[in-house]
């Protein structure tokens, strides 16, 4: 099992809490941001690999900035990764 605390780059939400184990999403608690839809992101996720949601959330941006909170979620799944090799 992993844990991580990820601070996001240019987005709204301040922080991510992260929990991973066996290369798939346990749980990811989000602070700050659009609560609703950062819930249901949240939700949708638990359970998913996280190679499949580095591949469908990566590149995602959010009106003229060019990232959004799913792209910084990736980016914290792909440290994660890394990090676990």
């Keep these: 099992m992993a844990e991580m605390v990820y601070h996001p780059h240019g987005v ?3 922080e991510y809490h992260i929990v991973t184990s066996d290369g798939k999403i346990e749980r990811i ?3 700050g941001g659009c609560d609703g839809n950062l819930h249901g992101i949240s939700s949708l ?3 998913m690999k996280i190679e499949d949601a580095i ?3 990566s590149g995602i941006t959010c009106g003229n900035k060019p990232t ?5 979620i990736a980016r914290a799944l792909r440290q994660i ?3 676990n090799r």
């Design 12 to 14: 709204c939400s301040r």
């Design 29 to 31: 608690d989000i602070v």
């Design 45 to 47: 996720l638990r359970g």
């Design 55 to 57: 591949e469908r959330m």
């Design 68 to 72: 959004s909170c799913p792209d910084q």
């Design 81 to 83: 990764q890394q990090e």
